[in-house]
C-alpha cells in the first residue's frame, strides 16, 4: 500500500524534515568587518605587489564605527603619540608604518571628510580605491591564474573582498 492516496497525503503534510538553509543577513557592519579583515591581511601580506599606502585611505572608508570610536577616543591618542615615539627612537619596519598611518589619519581627519563613510559617495570611492588594487594586483601578476599561485592565494582573496564589499554596500544602500 506504498502508493495509496492515503499514504500521499501524510507524506505531503510533514514539514520541517527537508534540508533547512538559513543565512544571516549582511549588514553593513558585517560586511564592513569583512573589509577590515581583509585590509589587514592585505597590509601583511607579501603575495602582492600592489601600493600599501592606497590601504590606509581604503581603511578610514571601510572601518566600523567601533574601531573609528576607539580611535578617536583617549585610547587611540596615547596608542598614536606611544607609537610615534617609539617610532622617532627604533627603527620600524615597513609593514608596521601602516597602521601608525592609518591611527594618525583617523585622528586628525576632519569631520566633512568622515562624513563620506556609510554613504554612497564613500562607497564609490571605496570602489575606486579598490578596483585599483585589483587591477595592479592582477596586472602584475600576470593572470587571473598566476594570481592563485601558492605564494599570492591569501592577497588574492583579500583583494576580492575588498573590492566586494563596496559593490554590496553600494546595491543594498
Known sequence: MLFSPKHQQLKSNKRGFGPVCYSAPLTAQTLQWVCTVALAVLAVSSGTAVQKSFIVPLFAL??????????????????AFLALLVHLFFFIPGGLV????????????????????????????????????????????????SAFDQGSIIATLAIKCITAVPCLLLICS
Do not use: D
Not at 578617536?72 to 596615547?78: E, H, I, L, R
Not at 589619519?105 to 566633512?112: K, R, S
Not at 554612497?120 to 593572470?143: D, E, K, P
Open 98 to 145: 601602516l597602521p601608525l598611518t592609518a591611527l594618525l589619519l583617523v585622528i586628525v581627519a576632519p569631520y566633512q571628510v568622515m562624513n563620506l563613510r556609510g554613504t554612497q559617495g564613500g562607497a564609490v570611492v571605496s570602489l575606486v580605491i579598490a578596483a585599483y588594487l585589483a587591477y595592479q594586483h592582477f596586472s602584475r601578476a600576470g593572470s587571473l591564474q
Open 62 to 79: 571601510q572601518a566600523p564605527s567601533s574601531i573609528f570610536s576607539w580611535i578617536k577616543s583617549n585610547y587611540g591618542s596615547w596608542t
